[in-house]
């Protein structure tokens, strides 16, 4: 058989019409059914007593009572009458209901306000995040600025020292080539000179030799190629703790994230300042 309200087709149970599942729906139709006969015959019956009208209403104990409930249990108690009490009770919901309808007009109000704060945060840190990546590109850029400079002196000073040193080393080959020539000639003469020819070269051979020893390649070496020391000093920068910036929120509960944005033009100035290649000459020879 189809359901009397979606005309679904279902099967009657076993059990009977007791086993079908209830019907909320039907069951508060009919109930407000019942109600509306009731008010309609201008009846409301005790619920103790089925014969009675419920014509009292005791205010200690917030019930409404028939004139045998009163006689029996509440003839102490503070009552009045139903109708007036419903009277005044009408005009108290009344009121709430004006008051809660005027407040539900204000929370409707504010409900747009939500949207727009959210917008306005999400375009406020848009801009905070901006500055931030801009601040740090700046601080990048000056760190790789910095680092070219001094990689640039580092080389300066090797090209200097290669050059010292290939200036050096070219006047000693010039040395030891006269050296060797020398050495050369002598032998020659000694192996196949006449005496004529040893007693005309011995003298001049003998004074170019003593002229040739009197010159100290070490001591040369030494004067000429001083001790070099490059070193390096890293930055205390890297030791800040903020060293970009500082985010700042400000109130307990912001409706705007206010934020105090600080860049370290300080920081920049110090890392050029503060990072540096030194080197230093000492007498000795490196």
């Known amino acids: 058989m189809p ?3 979606c005309r679904k087709e279902f099967t009657i149970p076993a059990n009977g019409l007791q086993g079908i599942q209830k019907s909320f729906l039907m069951e508060n139709l009919v109930s407000a059914r019942k109600l509306s006969a009731g008010e309609e015959a201008g009846r409301i019956l005790c619920e ?4 009675k009208e419920i ?3 005791c205010l200690e104990c917030q019930l409404a009572i028939c004139v045998k409930c009163f006689i029996k249990s509440h003839k102490t108690h503070d009552c009045s009458d139903i109708e007036e009490v419903s009277i005044d009770r009408r005009k108290q919901m009344t009121n709430d209901t004006d008051m809660i309808s005027e407040l539900l007009k204000k929370s ?3 409900l747009p306000r939500f949207e ?3 917008n306005d945060l999400a375009n406020h840190l848009a801009d905070v995040e901006s500055e931030i990546n801009m601040a740090a590109d700046k601080l990048i850029a000056a760190v790789e600025c910095d680092r070219v400079k001094l990689l ?6 090797k090209l200097k020292r290669v050059k ?3 200036t050096v080393k070219q006047e000693v080959e010039q040395h030891m080539a006269v050296l060797e020539s020398l050495k050369q000639y002598s032998e020659t003469l000694l192996s196949s000179g006449t005496a004529c020819d040893v007693t005309r070269s011995a003298n001049s051979l003998h004074s170019r030799a003593e002229e040739l020893m009197m010159f100290d390649v070490i001591s040369h070496v030494d004067s000429s190629l001083p001790s070099l020391n490059v070193s390096f000093t890293s930055s205390t920068l890297l030791n800040v703790k903020n060293l970009v910036g500082t985010v700042a929120e400000e109130g307990l509960y912001p409706r705007n994230l206010c934020r105090q944005f600080v860049l370290c033009k300080l920081c920049l100035w110090l890392l050029y300042r503060r990072t540096c290649v030194t080197y230093q000459h000492s007498p000795r020879y490196w």
């Open 164 to 166: 010292q040193l290939e």
């Open 3 to 5: 359901c009397p309200l």
């Open 55 to 57: 014509e009292v209403f």
């Open 108 to 110: 409707e109000g504010v």
């Open 48 to 51: 103790t007593h089925k014969d």
């Open 116 to 118: 727009k704060e959210q």
């Open 152 to 157: 640039s002196e580092v080389e300066l000073i």
